[in-house]
């Protein structure tokens, strides 16, 4: 798999004459001792991370740890002054920093989209008119606007509300127009700050459904920030945590282990609960008698929980399974493709 966004010892800071800070980081400086003296915002420090072609990559940390920051330079929104972006584009690697006013427009019409907490949406306008707002001011023509639109409002299910005024909808139902509407200038890479974070916890969790579906047809890369533990392991692939504008690498560290702490244990399943020893990982999770459905389904209906993340022995997320699957699996005929239950 190839990467999609290359991060290279990147540094950001807030403020004028950043090299004042650029000087104490390589000295070692904290940041909080480079705003004490300098009064800069150290956004991010010497980050260096790529995000894979069709994953979905998960960036969780304290509020002011630096995410958003970092997410922000994958279309140059944020002030990067030293390290290198590299976006992957139909004509190659692309780093906003240092491309064309017209090769950064490109960057951020067709290849870059994002989704925000605040949907952003027009009040005034329809719901089909506010996922065609991106493509109209692109001077894409009525008809071909109107079907990508309906395509993208068909995807994420909203086809009998293209016509109703956004504030006629719920919360979710709006995130899921913020979602058409990043999907609609068919960009391969989706930013998500907190998408989902202001949502209720029902809502929240048939999004996170949303955006699973999706992955499974669009492939797209997708960089996801939020502070929910068991959002993170349910969606993504990879987790990267930050913590004062650096990306902390090594698990046995304190402030990882803070994070992991918090997580739901009644929604973590050992791999090796629903598995058979002989079953390699592939397309789903192979449960290959009811005796290791029972253990499961036991565990998930003791922790009151209707869905659980799935983890390796070193607690690696590998995958999603719901209860309802498990029971269904357990109460019909078994075949070899009933024993399949998708890793969602």
Same mark, same amino acid.
């Given at each position: ?16 004459n ?8 390589d ?23 790529s995000?894979?072609?069709g ?96 395509t ?34 068919d *960009? ?9 974070? !202001?949502?209720? +916890?029902?809502?929240? %969790? /048939?999004? #996170? ?13 997708v ?38 702490k ?40 003791? *922790? ?9 022995? !070193?607690?690696? +997320?590998?995958?999603? %399974? /719901?209860? #309802? ?20």
């Amino acid at each position: 798999m190839s990467d999609a966004v290359i991060f290279g010892n990147v540094d950001i800071v807030f403020g004028d004459n950043p090299q004042r800070a650029l000087d104490m980081v390589d000295q070692g400086k904290t940041r909080d001792e480079i705003g004490a003296e300098t009064g800069l915002v150290l956004g991010v420090a010497g980050a260096s991370l790529s995000v894979q072609e069709g994953e979905i990559l998960v960036l969780m940390g304290l509020s002011g740890s630096g995410k958003s920051t970092l997410l922000r330079a994958v279309n140059g929104l944020a002030p990067v002054v030293r390290g290198n972006v590299g976006v992957k584009t139909d004509a190659g690697f692309v780093d906003p920093y240092k491309a064309s006013a017209s090769v950064l427009r490109d960057l951020r019409m067709h290849t870059v989209s994002m989704v925000f907490q605040q949907f952003g949406l027009l009040p005034w306008r329809t719901v089909a008119e506010n996922v065609g707002f991106g493509l109209e001011l692109a001077g894409v023509p009525d008809a071909e606007r109107e079907k990508t639109v309906a395509t993208q409002l068909e995807l994420v299910n909203l086809s009998k509300w293209a016509n109703r005024k956004v504030q006629e909808l719920s919360g979710g139902m709006q995130q899921r127009v913020g979602l058409a509407r990043a999907l609609s200038n068919d *960009a391969d890479i989706l930013l998500m700050d907190e998408a989902y974070s !202001a949502l209720d +916890p029902l809502i929240r %969790v /048939d999004m #996170q459904s949303v955006l699973l579906d999706l992955q499974k047809e669009l492939k797209k890369t997708v960089v996801f920030i939020t502070h929910d533990l068991d959002e993170a392991l349910r969606l993504g692939d990879r987790i990267a945590i930050l913590r004062d504008g650096e990306v902390i690498q090594q698990p046995a560290d304190d402030y990882i282990s803070a994070f992991v702490k918090e997580v739901n244990r009644g929604r973590v399943i050992m791999l090796g609960t629903i598995m058979s020893p002989s079953t390699q990982q592939g397309e789903g999770l192979q449960l290959p008698n009811d005796m290791v459905l029972e253990t499961a389904a036991r565990m998930m209906t003791e *922790a009151r929980q209707t869905s659980a993340n799935v983890v390796d022995e !070193a607690g690696k +997320p590998v995958g999603h %399974v /719901d209860l #309802q699957q498990i029971i269904g699996a357990m109460v019909t005929p078994k075949t070899h493709e009933d024993n399949q239950i998708a890793a969602e």
